[in-house]
């Protein structure tokens, strides 16, 4: 999972699973690392990058 990026689906299926489940269970089953678990619990990811404007 080392450099994958997490999409919107997947922090909402963790979301949905960790109201009944371990931060490990729920990271699990939506195909996410537990680190990327915690980050998402703290509020921590970093921001798509966009395009810059010219």
Not at 4 to 23: A, E, G, L
Not at 25 to 49: F, V
Request: net charge positive.
């Amino acid at each position: 999972m080392s450099g994958s990026k997490i999409t919107k689906q997947q922090v909402k299926r963790y979301m949905d699973f960790r109201k009944k489940h371990t931060q490990a269970e729920a990271a699990a089953k939506a195909g996410i690392s537990e680190r990327s678990a915690r980050r998402i619990d703290h509020n921590q990811l970093q921001p798509k990058s966009s395009q810059p404007e010219l």
